[in-house]
């Protein structure tokens, strides 16, 4: 993988190419029941970012665009010559910006609880506070993290489990990466379809949808009925369900 990194990832099913890309401190088990759903239909791959579960970091450094060279040589790894891309809240970010950089790569572009920048009070309180916990309170980082994103007991063990093995300090690293992170000015370069997730109840993201649909061409957005953040998870069925969809219309 780019500089050494052995990316770690799984990958189950035939067909389209689906990736999706977690969100800081926790890793590809977050998509179980996308691997559960989309099997028989798509080739799903899931992976662990660099210093994030059982995919080591040489260094102590991560930014977006480097996030975005290690997907790029996950797909030639693994032979996928384009694919829809599934970014998960600040997994977006680095979705978008592998997007801008390789659109010939890009099937179609899905952004779950996406952001283009962080440019509200309260999201840039939320990203801060992941970067506290995560040098202070890792502990106490997981244990949120893996609570807000359990469907069942297990899922949150397994969560925790699997978050553990990565590193706070990349966790850290990423949260602030993302925290400065700005593609606006770039939106109107997206040419591929774009699907939006969010919750109906999840104020902190709900109102970039119109930045979307204000810059990007070809925009369909979904507003999930009484949810928060934690759509891919906690509203698998549903989301599940629409993707699959979307997948077929834009074959």
């Not at 507003?223 to 891919?232: K, L, S, Y």
Request: one cysteine or more; proline letters at 6%.
């Amino acid at each position: 993988m780019e500089q050494g990194v052995r990316t770690f990832y799984e990958e189950s099913g035939s067909g389209q190419p689906v990736v999706f890309i977690h969100p800081p401190a926790l890793t590809s088990r977050i998509f179980k029941y996308q691997h559960q759903f989309f099997s028989c239909s798509s080739r799903v791959i899931t992976y662990d970012l660099r210093g994030h579960g059982n995919t080591p970091c040489p260094s102590d450094m991560v930014t977006i665009p480097m996030l975005a060279e290690d997907l790029l040589a996950l797909m030639d790894q693994c032979g996928v010559e384009k694919a829809v891309i599934c970014g998960y809240s600040a997994g977006g970010s680095i979705a978008q910006e592998f997007a801008l950089r390789y659109p010939e790569r890009v099937k179609g572009l899905v952004l779950s609880g996406g952001f283009p920048q962080v440019a509200s009070w309260l999201l840039q309180k939320e990203f801060r506070l992941g970067i506290y916990l995560a040098e202070h309170h890792p502990g106490i980082l997981v244990n949120g993290l893996s609570w807000t994103h359990q469907v069942t007991s297990q899922d949150g063990r397994e969560i925790k489990a699997e978050s553990k093995k990565g590193s706070p300090k990349l966790w850290s690293r990423l949260y602030e990466e993302s925290l400065n992170y700005s593609c606006t000015k770039r939106l109107s370069h997206l040419e591929m379809p774009l699907l939006l997730f969010y919750g109906s109840r999840s104020f902190y993201f709900l109102p970039y949808r119109k930045v979307y649909q204000k810059l990007v061409s070809h925009v369909k957005t979904i507003i999930v009925p009484g949810a928060f953040h934690q759509i891919p998870v906690k509203q698998h069925q549903y989301f599940n369900r629409e993707l699959s969809q979307w997948l077929t219309e834009i074959r």
